[in-house]
């Protein structure tokens, strides 16, 4: 009976080093600690304000009137000027990333301005979903997702990256088996 119990607390001890270890990450991550949990905590602010990340999803991005939210990852999205601080919806439709603030960029005019940064992949142009790590630093993950049309997207610093890696790969697992 004791060994038994002694593998769940060994279980939940493992886990929980985890997910302290993602966190970790993802707080180091961002342009300074204090910058990342600020953001977080504004996130999660907005979240019971608003309702819960179903509401926002729903309110951010155009949805299927029988489109259901699976999850919702706090992360980044690497870009070529750094990476981006926002959330990772998964739904039953589509993959979809938007941006805690806006983004500034510079027009083709020479000025200076800023949007939310959104992007949006339905599940059926989903082609994979490959975990990785940084080989100087594996505490470094990320998830590379590429879509049909080869464009690749590489998230990291989520606050729990094994429950993102499964649900990403399930949603690219079950978009091959709908029609495009």
């Known amino acids: 009976m ?10 939940a001890a493992r886990k929980t ?18 910058d990342a949990a600020m953001g977080r ?17 729903q309110q951010t991005f155009e949805c299927l009137p029988d489109e259901k939210l699976k999850k919702a990852y706090a992360c980044y999205l690497s870009t070529s000027h750094g ?27 020479n000025q200076t301005a800023s949007a939310i940064y959104k992007i949006v992949v ?11 790590a940084s080989q100087q630093n594996p505490a470094e993950r990320y998830i590379q997702v590429v879509s049909v049309d080869n464009h690749d997207f590489w998230f990291m610093g989520f606050v729990n990256y094994d429950s993102a890696v499964k649900c990403l790969q399930d949603a690219a ?5 709908l029609k495009l």
């Open 41 to 57: 905590i504004a996130q999660i602010s907005k979240v019971i304000s608003e309702g819960g990340y179903d509401k926002i999803f």
């Open 173 to 177: 697992r079950g978009g091959r088996n």
């Open 17 to 34: 080093e985890g997910i302290a270890g993602d966190v970790w990450q993802h707080l180091k991550t961002g342009p300074s600690i204090t």
């Open 122 to 132: 339905p599940v059926p142009h989903l082609r994979s979903v490959t975990p990785t």
């Open 83 to 109: 990476p981006i601080m926002g959330v990772l919806y998964v739904s039953t439709a589509k993959l979809a990333f938007c941006s805690d603030s806006p983004v500034a960029y510079v027009t083709e005019d």
């Open 2 to 11: 004791f060994g038994s119990v002694g593998k769940r607390f060994s279980e």
